[in-house]
């Protein structure tokens, strides 16, 4: 089976834009979550879809928000974007996102803003 | 809430030497508990987990881990590192009923010849 794929691998923005970033997950599986990794922060959770709904939300103010589409792929967006954004992104899937599933983690986007 | 404090940010150690790398959780309820590897440039990868049963888990590429409850602590043990256990390792724990990963800060191992 394909693992996890994010698009882009890379990116580079500047202040005050917005980013769409997209997450397809491994086959069958219909939780995608998503986290967030910087040097400061570490990796913290951001949110989790499962059949188009979001289930589970972590700290982040609105500018971050996502979406799930049928065929399960995630994508999130980052409005109005902030120097603090820099991270790396990374997404997760599992089966059916019950707790003890092992998430299954892509190779992340890298955004850096300007 | 969940809590997770890996106590050493940095690990050197040499090739064919044992090594653990510690990790202490805090929470009000039972909890699910993982080790997650992250090598340069890449994802995270699984390298075992504990949600019941014997309190002794083993994992991919020779590691273990064990779950003590009284001492609220999932240590991750490899008797003998190579050049390619080289990586970022974290621990993490989600409470039963969330998919909600919380991570520890990473645990940097660097392994020298």
């Known amino acids: 089976k394909a693992g996890v794929t994010q698009t882009p691998r890379y990116l580079i923005k500047t202040r005050g834009q917005q980013v769409t970033l997209s997450c397809s997950p491994i086959?069958?599986?219909?939780?995608v979550s998503w986290y967030q990794q910087t040097p400061g922060q570490g990796l913290q959770f951001l949110f989790e879809y499962f059949s188009e709904t979001q289930r589970n939300k972590g700290n982040f103010p609105g500018r971050f928000s996502g979406r799930q589409f049928s065929n399960s792929r995630s994508e999130m967006n980052v409005s109005t974007l902030e120097l603090g954004d820099s991270a790396l992104y990374l997404c997760?899937?599992?089966?059916?996102?019950?707790?003890?599933?092992?998430?299954?983690f892509g190779p992340g986007t890298r955004l850096l803003v300007l | 809430a969940q809590s997770v404090t890996q106590l050493d940010s940095q690990v050197p150690v040499f090739e064919e030497a044992p090594v653990e790398l510690r990790c202490n959780y805090s929470s009000s309820v039972s909890v699910y508990l993982f080790w997650y590897v992250q090598y340069p440039n890449q994802g995270l990868q699984l390298l075992l987990k504990y949600l019941s049963g014997s309190t002794l888990v083993k994992g991919i590429n020779g590691f273990e881990a064990e779950f003590n409850k009284s001492q609220t602590s999932f240590h991750l043990r490899k008797p003998s590192v190579h050049i390619s256990d080289t990586a970022e390792y974290f621990c993490?724990?989600?409470?039963?009923?969330?998919?909600?990963?919380?991570f520890g800060q990473g645990t940097r191992l660097t392994i020298n010849p």
């Open positions: 993490a724990v989600s409470g039963q009923g969330a998919q909600k990963l919380v």
């Open positions: 086959s069958g599986h219909r939780s």
């Open positions: 997760a899937s599992s089966p059916m996102g019950g707790s003890g599933e092992t998430q299954y």
